[in-house]
């Protein structure tokens, strides 16, 4: 908007009478213009009608209208310029001119000549006079005097790379350094902050593809997990199906052998209930007979009278059913045997039998751990010897041909040519593959309190779990005692497998899938990280590489 009006003059719209912007305007058969009301007091003033600017005389007065087309115009101006210094008024946080009274407007340039900022009005000597255009204008800043060298008051055009400060010419402390002039280092700072630009561009870049990954590896995981829980509804599902079934089967044959033995129960009665019948009528015969005093009827009564009569033997004869018990335990098994191979069956799906690991063939074993427990590990670079280069990813360490000039922190190891993992790991299970180079290599686990200063005891007591390799096949691991480990071939891939709770290090060649050593029966108090120490031959890279994770 303010280039807009730049390319206006003021001049153009102000009346020559009022000397202020136009209203109104009308113009003069000779063409210049007024603002009508002022040309009407002037020529109501005068004998004469005459143009004020020319002096042109009019026999006649003029009759004046108003100029729409140049009226608009100049509304627009009055728009635009009010717009204009709204906009150039200096705001917070916005450097003002040194020189504007009264209201200030926003500085356009600096100058680190005169050591002051400059709006657009006040800026326009040093692009006209030829000694002002030599001054260096920079877009602006505000403390410009903190750009002077507080001890000679000169500018500060120089840089001291040793000391890593801006100087000036002046400064005779500094000239045995290696400086070079403020542009200069500028320029190379500022390709260094390309760089690191696109450093960092790249790392967005990454962390929004393990972004968009781990967004989808959340979908995929909702994903499984709905199956899963489908898989486990219909499971159920065909348990209480079976369940229901065993018990309708169950109820049925109960009640089936119920009324079997009700049937029975009714026919023994029904022979006992007449045997009873029989009997009685023999006793009241009996009783008869004993009180008679007729001694031949006695006589010819009692052979008929005393023979036993026609019973069974009821001591054995029982409705109890045994079958009931033996089909209630049957029904039982059968439910339990469906429920526990369905169980197996979900369980195995889902992978949660950690038996299974110590159950399995050692290749199937290594593919299992890959799948379910591989981490991304990365090196940490404030762990690392000042003589191991560390690619930029953090995935690849070799040893270099010497130290690097580092703080020497809390973290660093000294002596040992060693770095750690950024990732820490204090519960569960974790693995991690490492592609080993060379005939010389460490690797393993540590505890975080491990000693970085000094001498290094592989022993697990000291925190480290760690094997090692010398010589291209002689490889050991410091347990109880020293143990030399037996090798086919030398490993081109190690894989490193911890579970914490069960306090086991394995470690695994992972091509040949098979193990090369454990630590059982560690003690892990902390947290454990890690461990990386490649050979001296900078041609034999230690690289972390992503686990398998085959079927």
């Known amino acids: 908007m303010a280039s807009a009006i730049s390319l206006l003059s003021e001049e153009q719209f102000l009346c020559s009478i009022c000397l202020d912007v136009f209203t109104e305007p009308v113009s003069t ?57 709204a906009e150039s008024l200096v705001k917070p946080g916005e450097v003002p001119c040194d020189f504007c009274s009264g209201t200030k407007l926003k500085a356009l ?93 790249e790392m967005i870049q990454e962390r929004q593809q393990k972004l968009q990954e781990m967004k989808a590896s959340v979908q995929l995981n909702k994903k499984d997990t709905e199956e899963a829980i489908a898989k486990s509804v219909e499971v159920f599902t065909a348990l209480v199906a079976s369940i229901q079934r065993n018990q309708a089967e169950l109820i049925e044959v109960i009640e089936e052998k119920q009324r079997a033995a009700e049937k029975q129960a009714e026919g023994f009665i029904k022979e ?16 008869r007979l004993s009180h008679t005093e007729d001694h031949l009827h006695l006589l010819q009564s009692f052979p008929s009278c005393s023979s036993s009569p026609h019973t069974y033997n009821w001591s054995g004869i029982s409705v109890h059913s045994h079958l009931c018990v033996e089909t209630v335990r049957r029904a039982v098994a059968q439910l339990e045997e469906t429920l526990t191979k369905e169980m197996m069956t979900l369980l195995k799906d889902i992978e949660l039998i950690k038996e299974d690991l110590e159950k399995l063939p050692e290749d199937v074993r290594l593919k299992r751990i890959q799948q379910l427990y591989a981490v991304d590990v990365t090196l940490d670079p404030n762990t690392a010897h000042p003589q191991l280069i560390l690619s930029k990813h953090g995935k690849q360490v070799r040893c270099g041909d010497r130290c690097k000039n580092l ?98 290090v394995s470690f695994y060649d992972v091509e040949a899938e098979t193990l090369i050593y454990s630590f059982t029966g560690c003690t892990f108090k902390e947290t454990i990280y890690p461990f990386f120490s490649p050979s001296y031959d900078k041609a034999a890279p230690l690289m972390i590489t992503p686990a398998k994770h085959t079927a």
């Open 29 to 85: 058969p000779c063409g210049h213009n007024f603002c009508k009301s002022c040309i009407t007091r002037h020529w109501e003033s005068k004998q004469l009608s005459q143009c004020p600017l020319c002096n042109e005389k009019f026999h006649k007065r003029p009759e004046l209208r108003v100029n729409t087309g140049f009226r608009d115009v100049v509304e627009n101006f009055k728009k635009l310029n009010v717009i204009g210094r």
């Open 109 to 201: 340039k600096s100058c680190l000549v005169c050591l002051a900022s400059y709006c657009e009005t006040h800026l326009e000597p040093h692009q006209r006079v030829a000694a002002w255009k030599r001054h260096k204008l920079i877009d602006p800043v505000k403390n410009l005097e903190d750009r002077m060298c507080k001890k000679h008051d000169k500018f500060l055009e120089l840089f001291c790379r040793s000391d890593q400060i801006c100087v000036c010419v002046m400064c005779t402390e500094h000239k045995t350094h290696d400086t070079v002039p403020l542009e200069e280092e500028y320029e190379e700072k500022k390709a260094q902050l390309g760089k690191k630009k696109a450093e960092v561009q």
């Open 272 to 287: 006992l209930e007449q045997e009873i019948s029989e009997l009685q009528r023999r006793s009241t015969e009996l009783e």
């Open 407 to 504: 703080p020497d922190n809390p973290e660093r190891f000294d002596e040992h040519i060693d770095v750690l993992g950024k990732e820490g790991f204090s519960a569960g299970r974790f693995y991690f593959e490492v592609q080993v180079k060379g005939d010389e290599w460490d690797l393993g686990v540590v505890r975080e309190s491990i000693n970085r200063k000094g001498y290094i005891s592989y022993k697990p007591e000291k925190g480290t779990w760690v094997i090692w390799l010398r010589g291209g096949n002689d490889c050991k691991a410091r347990d109880n005692c020293c143990v030399n480990i037996s090798l086919k071939e030398k490993p081109e891939k190690v894989g490193v497998f911890v579970d914490y709770e069960e306090g086991l």
